[in-house]
Nanobody, 119 residues
Framework: QVQLVESGGGLVQPGGSLRLSCAAS????????MGWYRQVPGKQRELVAR???????TYADSVKGRFTLSRDNAKNTVYLQMNNLKPEDTAVYYC?????????????WGQGTQVTVST
């Protein structure tokens, strides 16, 4: 129903910046959230930032003031601008698109993109 294509990960030095992109295609929903999660080996996947169809954006405390989530409605794409990156931001980042249809939520995930912050 929904396909997600991610791009933009890579290796960056501490203090550097990266921008992740996630383009959604397929079925169109009016009630949804779209955003990014991240996961490191041995830990649970955690929310990084998420935007609702109503325009509310939520950030993890650890990224507030450094990361910015934005959306291009015409392209059905979300962007995560990550500034002042820290080694602890190293993780696999996953795009998620959760949609509300037929009285229930369904979540779709991208394939993941590696972000490594290191000297």
């Amino acid at each position: 129903q929904v396909q997600l294509v991610e791009s933009g990960g890579g290796l960056v030095q501490p203090g550097g910046s990266l921008r992740l992109s996630c383009a959604a295609s397929g079925s169109i929903f009016t009630i949804y959230t779209m955003g990014w999660y991240r996961q490191v080996p041995g830990k649970q996947r955690e929310l990084v930032a998420r935007k609702t169809s109503g325009g509310i954006t939520t950030y993890a405390d650890s990224v507030k003031g450094r990361f910015t989530l934005s959306r291009d409605n015409a392209k059905n794409t979300v962007y995560l601008q990550m500034n002042n990156l820290k080694p602890e931001d190293t993780a696999v980042y996953y795009c998620q698109h959760a949609v509300y249809s037929d009285s229930r939520w369904s979540a779709f995930w991208g394939q993941g993109t590696q972000v490594t912050v290191s000297t």
